[in-house]
């Protein structure tokens, strides 16, 4: 398997009494991404989760973790890759700095790096201030933000997240979401388990959607939209102030425009690839004013429900 990535699997199953609760999955997962992996209650998402960490063993196939057989080699394995459960569980007569000071000592970490690393984490989780406060008066939100520190204690090169929003308030996601999309520039590969798919489509650079433990479809968000709900093309809606005649037989001869359809200022524009620069220059040589020109963006609600629906379906 390759170095290239965080995670790989081929055909890895999961039986529970002969019955497949993770069935010949293969997927991918690069370094210093971001990967959402989605599906609901029952489509094998913990199940995969704890092969991953090495906590259930494959019943078939393989994975592979940094190159590292979680199976085999499960305590170098979490020894790289943290784990942020969707209940995050802190002595709650401990402090911050006293509940990661723990942590370090299980982890083996030097007093003198534990020190260091504890500042180090609270500062990038934003709660430098409330280090000496006892986790039993923390919010939801600072729980969850003190979970996110927990696991980069040992920076690891992989954390797993398991619902992390839940239960938090609007400000709380989305301090929780920034503070995610920073990880990967500290070197950090991110798995996101969630059912929220807004925030996924948020934070994630791909995801895959598990439906009756397969992987249905893996991919970029924008490369499954134009996949589940365009046939594959591109869909350009195109403004422009007082057209010129003949404009749209143009457009039309342009390489890879397949369908164009015109509304007076307005052109929708079916393409085989973005055509935006070319459509673009030649609406400018007509001696026309181009107003706006955008791609039509899918929203993973869209793509999630076009594949499970199918799914559910055969």
């Known amino acids: 398997m390759s170095e290239q990535f965080a995670i790989e699997t081929r055909d890895l199953t999961k039986k529970y009494d002969q019955v497949a609760v993770v069935d010949k999955l293969n997927f991918q997962v690069r370094e210093n991404e971001i990967f959402g992996l989605l599906g609901?209650?029952?489509?094998?998402?913990t199940t995969t989760i704890l092969?991953?960490?090495?906590?259930?063993?494959?019943?078939?196939?393989?994975?592979?973790?940094?190159n590292l057989d979680p199976?085999?080699?499960?305590?170098?394995?979490?020894?790289?890759?943290?784990?942020?459960?969707e209940e995050v569980g802190f002595y709650d007569n401990l402090t911050a700095r006293?509940?990661?000071?723990?942590?370090?000592?299980?982890?083996?970490?030097?007093?003198?790096?534990?020190?260091?690393?504890?500042?180090e984490?609270?500062?990038?989780?934003?709660?430098?201030?409330?280090?000496?406060?006892?986790?039993?008066?923390?919010?939801?939100?600072?729980?969850?933000?003190?979970?996110?520190?927990?696991?980069?204690?040992?920076?690891?090169?992989?954390?797993?997240?398991?619902e992390p929003t839940s239960g938090l308030d609007p400000k709380g996601i989305n301090d929780l979401l920034e503070l995610i999309a920073n990880l990967p520039a500290m070197g950090t590969t991110v798995m996101l388990s969630s059912h929220q798919l807004y925030q996924v489509q948020k934070v994630c650079h791909r995801v895959g959607i598990l439906s009756?433990?397969?992987m249905v479809v893996e991919g970029g968000i924008e490369e499954l939209g134009r996949q589940a709900l365009a046939g594959g093309r591109y869909l350009i809606d195109v403004e422009?102030?007082?057209?010129?005649?003949?404009?749209?037989?143009?457009?039309?001869?342009?390489?890879?425009?397949?369908?164009?359809e015109a509304d007076g200022r307005?052109?929708?524009?079916?393409?085989?690839?973005?055509?935006?620069?070319?459509?673009?220059?030649?609406?400018i040589d007509s001696g026309a004013s181009l107003v706006q020109m955008k791609v039509q963006e899918f929203t993973l609600d869209d793509i999630y429900m076009k594949y499970f629906q199918e799914k559910q379906e055969e």
Do not use: C, H, W
């Open 40 to 45: 609901p209650n029952g489509a094998g998402k």
């Open 51 to 66: 092969m991953l960490l090495g906590l259930t063993e494959p019943s078939s196939g393989t994975v592979r973790v940094f």
């Open 71 to 85: 199976a085999r080699d499960s305590l170098k394995v979490k020894r790289i890759v943290g784990y942020l459960p």
């Open 98 to 119: 006293e509940n990661l000071r723990f942590i370090a000592e299980l982890n083996r970490i030097s007093p003198a790096e534990t020190e260091r690393r504890i500042d």
């Open 121 to 162: 984490a609270l500062e990038k989780v934003g709660l430098s201030g409330e280090r000496d406060l006892v986790s039993g008066k923390f919010s939801r939100g600072m729980r969850q933000r003190l979970g996110i520190a927990d696991v980069l204690i040992k920076q690891p090169k992989m954390v797993i997240l398991d």
């Open 212 to 214: 009756k433990g397969k």
């Open 240 to 260: 422009i102030a007082e057209p010129k005649a003949g404009l749209e037989e143009i457009i039309k001869g342009i390489a890879g425009v397949e369908k164009i």
């Open 266 to 283: 307005m052109f929708k524009i079916s393409t085989g690839s973005d055509l935006r620069s070319q459509i673009a220059r030649l609406v």
